[in-house]
Each structure stands twice: as C-alpha cells, then as structure tokens.
C-alpha cells in the first residue's frame, strides 16, 4: 500500500485528532451508499480505511516512517459513531466487529396467562439507518459544506477565566462539514429511532419473578434479553404452587340443608355440591382444577363462609327457637 498519510492527504507530523478528521470528511465523501455503482469510489472507500488502520495500528501493518498513533478505533466505528448511529443496529460494521447487548425486561401477565402460559410482545430500542439518505443524512443532490458553527475546524474554542476550552463542535460532531440540505426524514441525523418486537413464549405454570434468558437478532445483531416475569395479583384467586385458593360465602339456609354451588375457577364454572351442616371455614378440594406444570396438576381449594342474617323477625326467632329445641 502506498503512503496512508499521503491517502488521507495529511502531513506526517499531524496530531491523531486530524488524521480522524481527515478520515471522516474522506468518508463521507466516497462512502458506498453515497457513490452507487461507482467502482471507482467503492475502491477509494476501501482505500482510506486500509489506511487509516495503517497509521491507527502500526503493529498489525507495515507503513513508512513517521509518527504512529496507538488507537483502539474501528474507522467504520468512529465514522458511524459520527453519524450517531447506536450499538445495536449499526448496520454498516462488518459482522465479526459486532457486539452483543445485555438488556433486561419486565414482563407483566395475569394468574390465568401464568397458568396457560402465553405469548408476549416485548419492544426493544434501537437506532436504524435512515432508510432514505443511507445514514448520510444528506438529502437528495445536496454536498457537504463547511460548518457555520466552527468554521470549518471541527472543533469550537471558548474561555472560562484565564483558560482556554476545546470542544467539538456539536453541529458537525468534528467533521468541519455539515450537509447543504438535511435529508428530511431523518433530520441529517442519519438514523432513526425506533423500535423492534418480539414475540417471547412463557410456558404454563410460570412462577412469579422466574427469569427467562431470550437470545434475538436484529439487523445481523445479537440481543440477549434477560425477562423478569411479574404476576399480577387476582381479585379471585391467590396461588400456592400449583394450586388455586378462593372464598365464597352462602347463607345460613344452605349451610344447614346442603345445596348445589356453582363457583369460578381458572378451567370455568364449574357446580358443586354444598353438603348439609357444612360448617363456616370448611375448605373443600376440587381435584385437578389447579395449575397444571411438569406433568402435575394441582387442585383448586375452596373455602366455604356462612353469611348470618344481622337480623331475624319475631317468626322467624320462634321457628329457630323451636327447631333447637
């Protein structure tokens, strides 16, 4: 390869800082997305990047003479990271330079979702390529030009005291150059914020708070999800393992003569028979109308309360009176 400072037309003696700017204009301008079917320009992208890492890692290629800069810098990552584009869906970097990102998730469902199990949406955040501009985020027939913030430099000089301050611009985040026309769907950004979903299949009989461990791609990226599952509580039930708890009262009449009950439980409604005599607190156990997990059942246990009249009649005291008697 032939000099890489003379590639990215910069002086030997340079600071690293404008050997990424002069890296980053020369980007923008051959970029593939930008230049279509033009060989040409694809074999001058090519080009800068070779060299870029020649000067940016010497140890790994054999450049003449002159100051090195040890980096650590991917020139596709400075570039996209330039351009604002975020970890997850950066679409451009080439495959074996893409990371995995560790995200966590809350997922609410219902006692009957946790019973069944179900599918469940969940969203991610990502930020993709503007689909229009190709993460130039030039619009169409528009050219870089020079940035009104810095002047071109890249770079914004300002005083606090007796101290002089550097920063890069904001406006062309260091490049010295801005679009002469945004691309007006991304606002020259060059990316989008969106968002991706994806469906996760919890099992039945999930227990509250059990994590589930979900790996999903996006754009060539891998995702590994960490899924905290929250049962919410139920107005009917409350659970205990594989079994399903409830309460329902009857009145005094039935309790004393027996009677035919029909009650909620997660299967449906189902009638059962209220025995004479049946005392306040009495549970009775409906087998197999729990949850079902691991090939096991549980049961739906009821527990039965007697509703007393706050008040009785003169008659009605008298028949009690007789009936005890």
């Known amino acids: 390869m032939s000099d890489p400072y003379k590639i990215l037309g910069v002086n030997r003696n340079v600071s690293s800082e404008e050997v ?28 800068i990047n070779q060299a870029y890492s020649a000067i940016c890692n010497p140890e790994k290629h054999t450049s003449p003479g002159g100051p090195h800069f040890s980096s650590t810098f991917d020139p596709l990552d400075e570039f996209m990271k330039s351009r604002g584009f975020s970890m997850f869906d950066d679409f451009f970097r080439p495959h074996h330079h893409r990371r995995s990102k560790n995200i966590f998730k809350d997922i609410d469902i219902t006692l009957e979702e946790a019973a069944f199990g179900c599918t469940k949406q969940i969203k991610l955040d990502a930020d993709g390529p503007c689909g229009l501009c190709h993460g130039s ?26 101290i002089t301050v550097t920063t890069t ?45 979900v790996q999903v791609s996006s754009g060539g990226q891998q995702a590994n999800i960490t899924i905290r599952v929250c049962i919410s509580q139920s107005e009917k039930y409350t659970r205990d393992g594989h079994d399903i708890h409830s309460g329902v009262s009857i009145d005094f009449t039935s309790a004393i003569m027996g009677c035919q009950l029909e009650i909620d439980t997660i299967h449906g409604k189902r ?3 209220i025995s004479a005599g049946t005392q306040p607190g009495s549970r009775l156990r409906l087998r197999g109308l729990g949850i079902e997990a691991n090939f096991e059942a549980g049961d739906h246990i009821l527990t039965l309360g007697v509703n007393l009249p706050n008040e009785i009649s003169d008659v009605q005291r008298g028949l009690l009176e007789k009936f005890w008697n």
Not at 23 to 44: C, G, M, Q, R, T
Not at 137 to 162: M, P, Q, V, W, Y
């Open 20 to 47: 990424k700017k002069a890296f980053k204009k020369l980007v923008l301008k051959y970029h593939p997305d930008k230049n279509p079917n033009d060989s040409a320009a694809e074999e001058k992208f090519k080009e």
């Open 137 to 162: 985020g030039l619009a169409s027939n528009a050219e870089l030009i020079s940035c009104d913030e810095c002047t071109g430099a890249g770079k914004i000089h300002h005083r606090e005291g007796f």
């Open 169 to 213: 611009c904001g406006s062309c985040h260091g490049v010295g150059k801005v679009p002469s026309q945004k691309c007006q769907s991304c606002d020259g950004k060059g990316a989008h914020g969106e968002f991706k979903v994806f469906n996760v299949e919890l099992p039945r009989g999930i227990e509250h708070e059990t994590r589930l461990k």
């Open 271 to 273: 009638t059962i028979e």
